[in-house]
């Protein structure tokens, strides 16, 4: 079977997901790990039928991440199969309030990135800094103190020998500390491995409308203990994510007003990139879908095949719903709540690739329309497998007082079926654009693997360029240098449109794409919201009020070289 990849993605696969003997030689092919990947995960079908098939399902996950019309979340492609086999990238790992508990909580951090997982925590439930601290009598030090252990910790704790460990930090806008967390990234070299988010409550966004106050509480005590002018907070907040781009802001009661099982308790943090909401110990495991993949021609023209598309959903929620019965369990409350709630995140990639070959812009009408049609199936067929695997398998153990313990309803055996994944090494295996995100620049470096750097010029360019009669070398290179298109003569000014890339797109465009597949996602959407270095803080306060308004569930910014290390670099410094 002859698996076409880009240099760029035998780079990635050589250096983080193929296998190797104790001298870190490559020992197997890129074929040899989709084969080990779909062979276990295929295992999974004799659990609920000693008859199974297990050799036909095997084939068909061969083929379809062979064809990368389907690809799993990393550690799957990484340990599925082997000694580790922790098959799950998203973990939350509860923090409270005493040194057991926050010790016990970095001791599970580091079991998680060993295996190749990345980690969400709200510290929310800390008592405040210098607060009391019954036991000795003396001062507490306040969450953040804390999260520079756990910073630590990661820094020494490299993921299964393949990368580093990644966090998500969540403080309540309601803790008395919050505006300590808020510039507790301000200082260069501080918390590098975490990404921090304020949580803000409808109560905060309410206050911020009316230009009002709102109450801070001690978690310890759950009292009063004074207050702040949301203005002024959002103000910091916002002042900070245009220096810095964190933090990000997550709006917590309307994570929790989709959180499926409300009987279990609240979600009060994310994982890393903000996208997979989770309840404390609940992992979850995502895959996405190669939109290229899903296009075929017809009379010279560009279409989706929602037929095809249908068939790799279908398969998508088989294989995720495989992976939990499969997966390695670093902790055994991990097993216990996420086969309680077997939640799954089924997305997408190549979305701005599609774009540019149906020839729509970005940031047109006819892009959000698009974008919006696509979740709503994928959701909707999605919810169809599900309900099919609960026939075969039985529906998830903790339905009972979930959103889905009603009569009327069918029994379904995920309490989530989709997430939006920013897919960032798994689009340049599949060799798309990553995520929802659009084209960031038509020639950029990314960096990956601890700094090596990958060149890359946009291979869909150069596709249109030949589809469209305009392509030249000298065009080609003069793109890769960082040329504007808009000053060549020999490309038409619809083809600058398509083109448009990730920093000349007005940040509420970006906006409003990620609120159109939110609109179809149970759980959250990954999206990068690109300022230019010139973009204004008033700029980014409009984009996270747009984000609030459209239904988001969160949002992340960032300004072009605000970063001292930034994982894409663009070469033409006039975008960006």
């Given at each position: 079977?002859?698996?076409?990849?880009?240099?760029n993605?035998?780079?990635?696969?050589?250096?983080?997901?193929?296998?190797?003997?104790?001298?870190?030689?490559?020992?197997?092919?890129?074929?040899d790990?989709?084969?080990?990947?779909?062979?276990?995960?295929?295992?999974?079908?004799?659990?609920?039928d000693?008859?199974?098939?297990?050799?036909?399902?095997?084939?068909?996950?061969?083929?379809?991440?062979?064809?990368?019309?389907?690809?799993?979340?990393?550690?799957?492609?990484?340990?599925?199969?082997?000694?580790?086999?922790?098959?799950?990238?998203?973990?939350?790992?509860?923090?409270?309030?005493?040194?057991?508990?926050?010790?016990?909580a970095?001791?599970?951090?580091?079991?998680?990135?060993?295996?190749?997982?990345?980690?969400?925590?709200?510290?929310?439930?800390?008592?405040?800094?210098?607060?009391?601290?019954?036991?000795?009598?003396?001062i507490?030090?306040?969450?953040?103190?804390?999260?520079?252990?756990?910073?630590?910790?990661?820094?020494?704790?490299?993921?299964?020998?393949?990368?580093?460990?990644?966090?998500?930090?969540?403080?309540?806008?309601?803790?008395?500390?919050?505006?300590?967390?808020?510039?507790?990234?301000?200082?260069?070299?501080?918390?590098?491995?975490?990404?921090?988010?304020?949580?803000?409550?409808?109560?905060?966004?309410?206050?911020l409308?009316?230009?009002?106050?709102?109450?801070?509480i001690?978690?310890?005590?759950?009292?009063?203990?004074?207050?702040?002018?949301?203005?002024?907070?959002?103000?910091?907040?916002?002042?900070?994510?245009?220096?810095?781009?964190?933090?990000?802001?997550?709006?917590?009661?309307?994570?929790?007003?989709?959180?499926?099982?409300?009987?279990?308790?609240?979600?009060?943090?994310?994982?890393?990139?903000?996208?997979?909401?989770?309840?404390p110990?609940?992992?979850?495991?995502?895959?996405?879908?190669?939109?290229?993949?899903?296009?075929?021609?017809?009379?010279?023209?560009?279409?989706?095949?929602?037929?095809?598309?249908?068939?790799?959903?279908?398969?998508?929620?088989?294989?995720?719903?495989?992976?939990?019965?499969?997966?390695?369990?670093?902790?055994?409350?991990?097993?216990?709540?996420?086969?309680?709630?077997?939640?799954?995140?089924?997305?997408?990639?190549?979305?701005?690739?599609?774009?540019?070959?149906?020839?729509?812009?970005?940031?047109?009408?006819?892009?959000?329309?698009?974008?919006?049609?696509?979740?709503e199936?994928?959701?909707?067929?999605?919810?169809?497998?599900s309900?099919?695997?609960?026939?075969?398998?039985?529906?998830?153990?903790?339905?009972?007082?979930?959103?889905?313990?009603?009569?009327?309803?069918?029994?379904?055996?995920?309490?989530?079926?989709?997430?939006?994944?920013?897919?960032?090494?798994?689009?340049?295996?599949?060799?798309?654009?990553?995520?929802?995100?659009?084209?960031?620049?038509?020639?950029y470096?990314?960096?990956?693997?601890?700094?090596?750097?990958?060149?890359?010029?946009?291979?869909?360019?150069?596709?249109?360029?030949?589809?469209?009669?305009?392509?030249?070398?000298?065009?080609?290179?003069?793109?890769?240098?960082?040329?504007?298109?808009?000053?060549?003569?020999?490309?038409?000014?619809?083809?600058?449109?398509i083109?448009?890339?990730?920093?000349?797109?007005?940040?509420?465009?970006?906006?409003?794409?990620?609120?159109?597949?939110?609109?179809?996602?149970?759980?959250?959407?990954?999206?990068?919201?690109?300022?230019?270095?010139?973009?204004?803080?008033?700029?980014?306060?409009?984009?996270?009020?747009?984000?609030?308004?459209?239904?988001?569930?969160?949002?992340?910014?960032?300004?072009?070289?605000?970063?001292?290390?930034?994982?894409?670099?663009?070469?033409?410094?006039?975008?960006?």
């Amino acid at each position: 079977m002859a698996i076409v990849l880009s240099q760029n993605a035998l780079t990635v696969l050589q250096k983080r997901y193929l296998k190797k003997d104790e001298y870190g030689h490559i020992i197997e092919t890129p074929e040899d790990m989709f084969r080990r990947v779909a062979s276990t995960i295929s295992k999974a079908e004799r659990i609920y039928d000693p008859r199974a098939d297990v050799k036909r399902v095997e084939t068909e996950f061969l083929e379809t991440m062979s064809n990368l019309e389907f690809l799993p979340n990393s550690p799957t492609l990484m340990n599925a199969g082997r000694k580790l086999n922790q098959l799950s990238a998203c973990f939350v790992i509860p923090v409270e309030d005493s040194l057991n508990s926050i010790f016990e909580a970095v001791k599970h951090t580091a079991l998680i990135h060993q295996s190749g997982g990345g980690t969400g925590f709200s510290f929310s439930n800390l008592r405040p800094s210098d607060d009391m601290v019954g036991s000795t009598g003396g001062i507490a030090s306040g969450p953040v103190s804390f999260m520079k252990v756990f910073n630590v910790a990661t820094e020494v704790i490299k993921q299964g020998g393949t990368r580093r460990g990644a966090n998500m930090g969540v403080l309540r806008v309601d803790h008395p500390d919050i505006v300590i967390f808020i510039t507790a990234k301000t200082p260069p070299g501080e918390l590098t491995n975490f990404n921090i988010s304020a949580a803000l409550t409808d109560a905060f966004m309410d206050a911020l409308g009316n230009d009002g106050e709102y109450p801070l509480i001690n978690p310890r005590t759950k009292k009063i203990v004074g207050y702040k002018r949301a203005g002024e907070v959002f103000n910091l907040i916002v002042e900070s994510a245009w220096r810095s781009g964190e933090p990000g802001i997550l709006f917590i009661d309307r994570i929790n007003r989709a959180n499926p099982t409300p009987q279990l308790g609240k979600i009060s943090a994310t994982n890393p990139c903000g996208e997979q909401p989770l309840l404390p110990y609940e992992s979850c495991n995502l895959g996405s879908i190669n939109l290229m993949k899903v296009l075929r021609k017809k009379e010279g023209r560009w279409e989706i095949n929602y037929k095809k598309l249908g068939s790799l959903v279908r398969l998508g929620v088989r294989f995720l719903d495989n992976v939990i019965d499969m997966n390695k369990y670093p902790l055994p409350e991990i097993e216990t709540i996420t086969k309680g709630n077997r939640k799954i995140g089924l997305g997408i990639m190549g979305f701005a690739d599609m774009l540019v070959r149906l020839r729509v812009p970005y940031y047109s009408d006819k892009a959000l329309e698009i974008g919006e049609g696509i979740m709503e199936f994928i959701n909707s067929a999605a919810w169809e497998a599900s309900m099919e695997l609960a026939k075969e398998r039985g529906a998830f153990p903790n339905l009972k007082g979930s959103v889905f313990d009603e009569e009327s309803r069918k029994p379904v055996r995920n309490s989530t079926t989709t997430t939006i994944a920013p897919t960032g090494t798994l689009s340049i295996i599949a060799g798309c654009s990553s995520g929802i995100e659009p084209l960031y620049s038509l020639s950029y470096t990314r960096q990956v693997l601890n700094g090596t750097q990958l060149p890359e010029l946009d291979p869909i360019f150069q596709e249109v360029a030949r589809e469209e009669g305009f392509y030249s070398d000298e065009l080609m290179d003069y793109v890769a240098s960082g040329g504007k298109l808009s000053e060549r003569r020999d490309v038409p000014d619809y083809i600058n449109k398509i083109f448009t890339t990730a920093f000349q797109i007005l940040p509420e465009d970006h906006i409003k794409i990620q609120a159109a597949f939110q609109k179809h996602t149970d759980n959250a959407v990954s999206k990068t919201i690109n300022f230019s270095n010139k973009a204004t803080s008033e700029d980014v306060r409009k984009a996270y009020l747009l984000a609030y308004k459209l239904g988001c569930k969160g949002v992340a910014v960032y300004r072009s070289g605000t970063r001292e290390q930034q994982v894409l670099t663009c070469n033409n410094t006039l975008y960006c």
